[in-house]
């Protein structure tokens, strides 16, 4: 079964730091892009971040761009989000996806996690 | 920067079809995905490359685009379609996914 499962959300003050870690299992890892979307409370998604498979290729919104930084460890089959100079406006849940194919862009997020908590309060 | 409008509420009847709409500028030049989220879940991708659909997802629901509008149309439907709907780009130019701001579909 394909899983994502998220975790290292919490409770953070501003100008502070965190790192969300998504654990995915049951596909090979390198061969699919991933990224983060987020939603605040009471409102829409919110694209974060892609990786490519293999972690050739990462792109950013532009609300963390500067700010945060994803990486992927193959080893590890695990994802990651460091989460630095946090504002209130980052308060979301977090979401971890699995891309369709290797490419970001080019194919649908088809696997998404249960999401983490982050509050910036 | 590529914008995604959707109507912030639908409500149809039960049995009837539902139409969601996702408006951007040519959009019928882009590819559409569409995900589905009930109260508490993670979405769901109910719709890929405009008009797929994922194993799983129910032949009722099917996507359209033309021009600057990009349908998803839920055939006769249920109680338990009751959830917001998004649509979805990838914009090229800027390198960025774009989601929709979200419709809440409610079945009366």
């Known amino acids: 079964e394909v899983q994502l499962v998220e975790s290292g959300g919490g409770l953070v003050q501003p100008g502070g730091s965190l790192r969300l870690s998504c654990a995915a299992s049951?596909?090979?890892?390198?061969?699919?892009?991933m990224s983060w979307v987020r939603q605040a409370p009471g409102k829409g998604l919110e694209w974060v971040s892609s990786?490519?498979?293999?972690?050739?290729?990462?792109y950013y919104a532009d609300s963390v761009k500067g700010r945060f930084t994803i990486s992927r460890d193959e080893s590890k089959d695990t994802l990651s989000l460091q989460m630095n100079s946090l504002r209130v406006e980052d308060t979301a849940v977090y979401y971890c996806?699995?891309?369709?194919?290797?490419?970001?862009?080019?194919?649908?997020?088809?696997?998404w996690g249960q999401g983490t908590t982050v509050t910036v309060s | 920067s590529y914008v995604l409008t959707q109507p912030p509420s639908v409500s149809v009847a039960p049995g009837k079809p539902a139409r969601i709409s996702c408006g951007g500028n040519?959009?019928?030049?882009?590819?559409v995905h569409w995900y589905q989220q009930k109260p508490g879940q993670a979405p769901v991708l109910v719709i890929s490359?405009?008009?797929d659909r994922p194993s799983g997802i129910p032949e009722r629901f099917s996507g359209s685009t033309s021009g600057n509008a990009a349908t998803l149309t839920i055939s006769r439907v249920e109680a338990g379609d009751e959830a917001d709907y998004y649509c979805?780009?990838?914009?090229?130019?800027?390198?960025?996914?774009?989601f929709g701001g979200g419709t809440k579909l409610t079945v009366l």
């Open positions: 049951g596909f090979t890892f390198k061969n699919y892009a």
């Open positions: 996806t699995k891309d369709l194919v290797v490419v970001v862009g080019t194919a649908p997020m088809d696997v």
């Open positions: 040519n959009i019928g030049g882009k590819t």
């Open positions: 990786i490519s498979g293999r972690g050739t290729t990462t």
């Open positions: 979805q780009v990838w914009d090229g130019s800027t390198e960025i996914w774009v």
């Open positions: 490359y405009d008009s």
